[in-house]
């Protein structure tokens, strides 16, 4: 099994910065692709940025240049650099990973979500 553990979820004035961090435990071969995706009431949950295994990226439209994607050292991990924050990025932000397990001798590619950090932007 593999869980994601979220942290860095607060309220923040417009403007503001703030990181989100994400690490992966559990069994798996290899990482291919982590990074996050947010959701709010009554709305499909949305990609923000994720980064693969060889460093690229991809961003939402709404958060290029303000929102940078890294994988830690750990390449278990993956952080969220969100700068000029907005009323509207606040949501629920998932951490995702996809990687890839052996079911039996067969190696598939796996998605696994956080439990989701809630990220506030207000005066």
């Known amino acids: 099994q593999v869980q994601l553990v979220e942290s860095g979820g607060v309220l923040v004035q417009p403007g503001g910065s703030l990181r989100l961090s994400c690490s992966a435990s559990?069994?798996?071969?290899?990482?291919?692709?982590m990074g996050w995706y947010r959701q709010t009431p009554g709305k499909e949950r949305e990609l923000v940025a994720v980064i693969s295994s060889g460093g690229s990226t991809n961003y939402a439209n709404s958060v290029k240049g303000r929102f940078t994607v890294s994988r830690g050292n750990a390449e278990n991990t993956v952080y969220l650099q969100m700068n000029s924050l907005e009323l509207e990025d606040t949501a629920v932000y998932y951490c995702y990973v996809n990687l890839d397990r052996y079911s039996g001798t067969v190696r598939r590619s796996y998605n696994y979500w956080g439990q989701g950090t809630q990220v506030t932007v207000s005066s």
């Open positions: 559990g069994n798996g071969v290899g990482i291919n692709v």
